[in-house]
Structures are given as structure tokens and as C-alpha cells.
């Protein structure tokens, strides 16, 4: 998009976005740890029942944050159509992640975490608040979630 552009509106972009969070695979996950330091790795993903569904082994630095500190933001990597997502993070281990968000992950990923090392866990971000915008020019538009509802 150009910003010589009409902006979208709030209903195009949470199509948009919805859309990304279908084909996309790849996510930035950013979280912190206790005393605040930040981390930042992109993860696969899948967007399954109104939630993102993430995996990384409970053994390194973004494992223990998603599952100590049950939060985190998550954006899309290109830098002209922005998308953060702020939300909050459930743990699952293997045995206990439900079926069908399991099978949606190797579905899209073609892995299966399950099947894997013993320190892998899924983590469900359900959002909480979503913001998109292309250029400076959607910047007063851009919360399209807040409070877990969509603004529209």
C-alpha cells in the first residue's frame, strides 16, 4: 500500500488480518522475563479457535516467559503492514494440548511437537488487543481489538 492510498477501513483490515493470521507461518513473539528483559524470536504458528497457537521447548529463554509471565505481543515482520497482537498465554504440554489445536499446528507446519523432545510445550495466545496499519496514514484507525473485542 502507498500512502497516496485511500487508508482501509477497520472492517478491511481486520479481514486483512484475519487473513495473515490464516497463511502466514511464520510470527514474532516477543516476551520478557521476571526482572523485565525482553526477548524476541519468531516462532510457527497457527491460528486455530480464535487463538494463536505457538510451540518452543519450556528449557529456553521464550519457553519459561510465555509460560511464567502469560503474556505476550506478536507482530507480523513486514514493517510497511504492521499487525501487533497483545495476549494472553495458556501452557499446554503434549499430552495435555487439545487434539485438534495439536493436529492444526502439524497440519500447517508439517510438525508435530508432539512427537518430539519431551520439552516442547503449546502455548494458546488468545488476543486481547489487535492493531494493523500501513503507513503513517492508518496510525488513527489502528486498534481494531481491545479488551478481547473487536471494535466493529
Known sequence: M???EPPRTPEQRKADVLDRLEREIDIWVASADDEGAPCLVPLWFVWHEEAVWLCTRLTNPTGRNLR???RARLAFGDTRDVVLVDGDVATFTA???PRT???A???KTG???REDHASYAFFRV???AVQAWCEQHELPRRHLMRDGVWAF
Open 2 to 4: 502507498k500512502i497516496t
Open 68 to 70: 511464567d509471565g502469560r
Open 95 to 97: 499430552a495435555q494440548v
Open 101 to 103: 489445536a495439536a493436529e
Open 105 to 107: 499446528f502439524r497440519a
Open 111 to 113: 510438525w508435530d511437537p
Open 126 to 128: 488468545r488476543p486481547r
